[in-house]
């Protein structure tokens, strides 16, 4: 079963995937955060510069495309495919109103009988490998039934399931019942994304689901960048933490404004990083700074001297 790390939009960009690879071992894939192709069907400048394969190599990325207009998902993924990548995913799991009120992400999930059209237009005449990443439903878990039919029916190299309605974004429990019909019913690889928290929480799910390609794990990595290490049987090192923070910085600050770009980054990262801490309120003094030069030092030395718990603490998370 393989280990991978979930894309996030404006968090799992480049640098902080080749920052993290080169600090911690483990993660078997990295998912590159959704792109959203130009109808002119030209990859931007910024597109390209995300999807240079560099040091990680295309077997250990797996791009994405946000789009429900079938020849934009067909042109972007030629050219994916020209750039060295074996597969391209598609997003069907957006929630973010801006997405999904365009028809995009969750968004398809709405109209099943435009999903099937669209899943087989890009299906007919695909230039490489599709896997998809889904939500159970846009506002009922009973959506998931229809849709899971929709969805057997073509040839996706993996399916990824996040068991949560649009609905319910981020928050509350996820639906196994849905999952495990899921992974009772579909004949292709089947990953699983949601909650995974703790090496615990890992082990319980590659029990449970034995047939499973693989796990996806978001928010437990950014809370600790090495729970995929520990999964391993590795541990999590003061140095590694330390490392991989200052050199996300280092890479930030060769090109983005201190305070107005790096610093709102890093508090992004915090929130998650800061679960591993004993005092809730050493985020608060975190959160409450407003230049990179009053936070950077703070963040340093909790991560120097602060006795970091063994998991993160999640029901902290707002
Ligand atoms: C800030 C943020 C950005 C995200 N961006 C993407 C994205 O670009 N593509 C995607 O498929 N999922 C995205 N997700 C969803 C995650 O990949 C993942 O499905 C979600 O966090 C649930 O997994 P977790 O409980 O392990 O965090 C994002 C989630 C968050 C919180």
């Not at 309120?281 to 001297?305: E, G, I, Q, T, V």
Request: hydrophobic fraction near 40%; aromatic fraction near 10%.
């Amino acid at each position: 079963m393989t280990l991978d790390f979930a894309p996030m939009e404006g968090i799992t960009g480049r640098d902080f995937r080749e920052v993290h690879a080169a600090c911690f071992t483990g993660v078997d894939r990295y998912w590159m955060p959704f792109l959203s192709p130009a109808s002119s069907h030209q990859l931007t400048a910024r597109q390209l510069r995300e999807l240079n394969p560099g040091p990680l190599g295309c077997d250990r990325l797996v791009p994405q495309i946000l789009t429900k207009d079938a020849e934009d998902f067909r042109c972007a993924a030629a050219a994916i495919g020209e750039l060295g990548y074996r597969e391209v995913n598609l997003n069907l799991g957006c929630p973010s109103g801006t997405v999904v009120s365009k028809g995009k992400g969750a968004g398809m999930l709405r109209d099943p009988a435009a999903l099937d059209r669209f899943l087989d237009a890009i299906f007919s005449d695909a230039p490489l490998p599709i896997s998809v990443k889904t939500r159970i439903g846009v506002n009922d878990p009973a959506e998931w039934e229809a849709l899971l039919s929709i969805l057997a029916r073509y040839p996706i190299r993996e399916l990824t399931v996040h068991p949560r309605t649009r609905r319910e974004f981020y928050k509350g429990d996820v639906h196994l019942d849905a999952f495990r019909q899921a992974a009772e019913r579909l004949t292709f690889p089947l990953r699983y994304n949601g909650n995974l928290f703790t090496s615990a929480a890992v082990q319980k799910t590659e029990a449970d689901f034995p047939c499973l390609s693989g796990l996806m794990i978001g928010r437990g990595l950014l809370a600790d960048p090495a729970l995929i290490t520990r999964c391993r049987g590795g541990t999590r090192s003061r140095e590694a933490l330390i490392a991989f923070h200052e050199e996300l910085a280092a890479r930030y600050l060769r090109y983005m404004h201190p305070d107005v770009a790096v610093l709102p980054k890093f508090k992004e990262l915090w929130l998650y990083l800061s679960l591993l801490l004993p005092d809730e309120r050493d985020w608060k003094r975190l959160r409450k700074c407003s230049r990179w030069a009053d936070f950077h030092p703070l963040a340093l030395d909790l991560l120097r001297n602060a006795a970091l718990q063994e998991e993160a603490d999640f029901s902290r998370l707002p």
